[in-house]
T-cell receptor
């Protein structure tokens, strides 16, 4: 049973436009969410995080939105650049309670077209 | 500051053998977590160590074990290897345990192939 779902395995966006990556979760104990970016042959690199007490967090070109009632979060990248082409993972954590570490989605492969 | 270092980067073993993977966390980080990444299952949590104690454990058989040393370095061991253990094993470190809500920083991983 997947507790964190990224329903789009891939997404193609033109350079300069907005990239929107989506993530849904089912476990209401999750209270901390993170986005990671992964290039081939490298480990995941942390991008941005958000606590469940917030609904938005911004860091440069990256903004994460959290809708707790819908159990949905999204990552917006504006403007998209060629170097953003990578696999993006959404991850969630139940900081108090629960035996798991980070629970990851299966990733979305973002391709930025020139 | 050096990042998370995992050794070796690549490993080939045969079924039935055992393997030990090593992870050196970022200096000052005391929590180390291990994950398995496979094409079918994605990234799955194995276990977390903090101050030499296993704090959390994922849903993996007892063949998967780990430990953490007093300098926060960690090792994970897989005994009686099976073909399905072929995967990328990732180590992540953070300053404190997951309750602190710290960001986890990942190493490049060890690619294990079981023949």
């Amino acid at each position: 049973d997947q507790q964190v779902k990224q329903n789009s395995p891939s997404l193609s966006v033109q350079e300069g436009r907005i990239s929107i990556l989506n993530c849904d979760y089912t476990n209401s104990m999750f209270d901390y969410f993170l986005w990671y970016k992964k290039y081939p042959a490298e480990g995941p690199t942390f991008l941005i995080s958000i606590s469940s007490i917030k609904d938005k967090n911004e860091d440069g070109r990256f903004t994460v939105f959290l809708n707790k009632s819908a159990k949905h979060l999204s990552l917006h990248i504006v403007p998209s650049q060629p170097g953003d082409s990578a696999v993006y993972f959404c991850a969630a954590s139940a900081r108090r309670g629960g035996a798991d570490g980070l629970t990851f989605g299966k990733g979305t492969h973002l391709i930025i077209q020139p | 500051k050096a990042g998370v270092t995992q050794t070796p980067r690549y490993l080939i073993k045969t079924r039935g053998q055992q393997v030990t993977l090593s992870c050196s966390p970022i200096s000052g980080h005391r929590s180390v977590s291990w994950y398995q990444q496979t094409p079918g299952q994605g990234l799955q949590f194995l276990f977390e160590y903090f101050s030499e104690t296993q704090r959390n454990k994922g849903n993996f058989p007892g063949r998967f074990s780990g430990r953490q040393f007093s300098n926060s370095r960690s090792e994970m061991n897989v005994s009686t290897l099976e073909l399905g253990d072929s995967a990328l094993y990732l180590c992540a470190s953070s300053p404190g345990p997951k309750e602190a809500g710290n960001i986890q920083y990942f190493g490049a991983g060890t690619r294990l192939s079981v023949l």
